[in-house]
Every structure is written in structure tokens, then in C-alpha cells.
């Protein structure tokens, strides 16, 4: 991989493998200087939206427990391998190679047998892909996507999944998750130390 690992500590006993936060800058600004084209490792990092997803499962283990779950989008992974022990089945899954190279990683270190990484754009996801729950956690940070993304949340709801979405409470998300409103079930403002720290969860169905 070009960026250099690390073991991290989790809560609820968690171990992953991740990028050394002090290093996938400069790794990157190296890595660009030689390719222009180089894309931004935004898998790299561990985001909030992902940490306010893992909180919320742990409070919800319905939404996991016996199911078939699919991360897309996934990164890290850390909302999926955080519950990964008590789900029936799980693929991670993310459109950056070195991710799910680090995905694979973390199914070794960490022993699951009936968990998965797989390539995945959400551009092009194959129509027998499914899933019980699937989990997005900070997907809506473009507007130019959110469009094929609605489509994709239509689509897996209308087959009979629940849609767990983390996302910040960013200006341009107002209108994504607007438009989602006829599949809410439930909404859960994510507070940290009696804070609210800017991440809504959706439960879509």
C-alpha cells in the first residue's frame, strides 16, 4: 500500500489496521507530484459521520443482528467491522483500490469468516446486489452525485432494505436529504458529551 498502517484501539474491543493519520498528507502531496491525476485518499481518514453510524448501530443492533449487511462507500469500514461479529453476513465495500486492500487487511487480522471487501462503484452497482441493511456514512459530500445516490437508496429500499445514512449536517445536504423524506423512519441527532456534533442518522425504509 502507499500509505504507511497502523493498529488503532476502538471502543467495544476494536482493532483495525488504518493509515497514520500524520502521514497520508504528505504521502499524498508525494504521490501527486508524480501523477497529477493522483485522487485525494478520502478513504484514509476516519471521518465523524462514521464514528456517529458506529455509536448509533451499537443503540439499534436490530438493524444488524442475523442481517445481511453492505457498507458501500465504506472506507475504513469502521461502522461495519465495529458490528461485523453479530451480523449474519457483511461486504465492505469501497470504489479506491488501496481500500479495500486495507479492507481485506482488517477481515484477516480480525478472523471473520463470513465477512467481505469488494471494488464497488456506486455508479455501477449490479442489479443482484442486496442486502438487508445497508450502511452509508458520509456519502452526500458532492452535489454532482446526489442524484445517482437518491436513485441507488430508491432502488435498495424498494427491494426491502433498511438504509442507514450518516451524514453532517452540511448546508448542501439539505436538499438530498429532503428528498428522502417519505422513507424516514427514524432520526437520530448524534450528542457526544451532551453536545450535538453536527451528524444526523436516517433510517431509511
Known amino acids: 500500500m502507499s500509505y504507511p498502517l497502523q493498529i488503532a484501539n476502538f471502543p467495544y474491543g476494536l482493532s483495525l489496521f488504518i493509515p497514520e493519520p500524520e502521514k ?3 504521502v499524498y502531496e508525494s ?3 508524480k501523477d497529477p491525476t493522483t485522487p485525494f485518499p478520502f478513504w484514509a481518514k476516519l471521518w465523524p459521520a462514521a464514528h456517529a453510524m458506529t455509536v ?7 438493524y444488524i443482528h442475523g442481517k445481511q449487511v453492505l457498507e458501500i462507500g465504506a472506507g475504513i469500514g469502521l461502522p461495519a467491522f465495529t458490528n461485523a461479529s453479530i451480523a449474519g453476513s457483511v461486504i465492505v465495500s469501497d470504489h479506491a483500490t488501496e481500500a479495500v486492500m486495507l479492507m481485506e487487511k482488517n477481515i484477516e487480522h480480525l478472523g471473520l469468516t463470513h465477512t467481505k471487501a469488494m471494488w464497488l462503484d456506486w455508479n455501477n452497482v449490479p ?6 441493511t445497508i450502511l452509508l456514512s458520509d456519502v452526500n459530500y458532492d452535489p454532482t452525485q446526489f442524484d445517482v445516490l ?10 426491502g432494505s433498511t438504509v442507514i445514512l450518516a451524514t453532517p449536517q452540511r448546508i448542501t445536504a ?6 428522502l423524506n417519505v422513507y424516514i423512519r427514524e432520526t437520530e441527532t448524534m450528542i457526544k458529551d451532551g453536545v450535538d456534533v453536527g451528524i444526523v442518522v436516517l433510517s431509511l425504509q
Open 31 to 33: 504521490l501527486l507530484a
Open 174 to 179: 439539505g436538499r438530498f436529504t429532503t428528498d
Open 56 to 62: 448509533f448501530l451499537q443503540q439499534h443492533l436490530e
Open 24 to 26: 497520508v498528507k504528505p
Open 127 to 132: 442489479a443482484g446486489l442486496h442486502a438487508d
Open 150 to 159: 437518491l436513485a441507488l437508496i430508491r432502488r435498495f429500499v424498494q427491494q
